[in-house]
């Protein structure tokens, strides 16, 4: 059984379908508004030469973004790929940088890494250290000190 429409309404049914499509939930781009999030971190004046730096979000149920901190002291920030950068909001943030130790022979307890910044750094709640990330382009830079 052949079923023939008159265009107009063939048409309009295209429409339809097409139209359906495009608004199926899940399709297009959602999730959190973000902002990319770069700068610098600087120790008594001089760049931090490794580590990680942290945002840890103040409100609840809120994403962790982080960054590797380069040898002239830079970093991007990133929440879920590289260089997608934290959710817009307000953070605590914390540094941990340090630096192995290289020993020529093998202890029977290995040292802990030598730190680069002050310990307090790398607790949120004793760092002191807070950003606002706002949406598209965010320069944060932090200059620790004793």
Do not use: W
């Amino acid at each position: 059984m052949k079923i023939t429409l008159p265009v107009p309404r063939a048409a309009a049914l295209a429409v339809a379908m097409l139209a359906s499509l495009v608004a199926l939930p899940g399709c297009g781009e959602s999730g959190p508004t973000m902002g990319r999030v770069h700068g610098k971190v600087t120790y008594n004046g001089q760049p931090v030469p490794k580590g990680t730096i942290t945002f840890v979000p103040t409100a609840p149920g809120g994403r962790n973004a982080t960054g590797a901190i380069a040898e002239d002291g830079t970093y991007a920030l990133q929440t879920e790929a590289p260089g997608d950068g934290a959710i817009v909001g307000d953070y605590k943030v914390t540094v941990a940088a340090r630096d192995d130790v290289i020993l020529d022979y093998i202890p029977k307890k290995a040292p802990p890494p030598k730190r680069l910044t002050p310990e307090k750094y790398e607790n949120p709640e004793t760092s002191g250290l807070t950003a606002k990330v706002e949406r598209g382009s965010n320069t944060r830079d932090f200059a620790l000190t004793d």
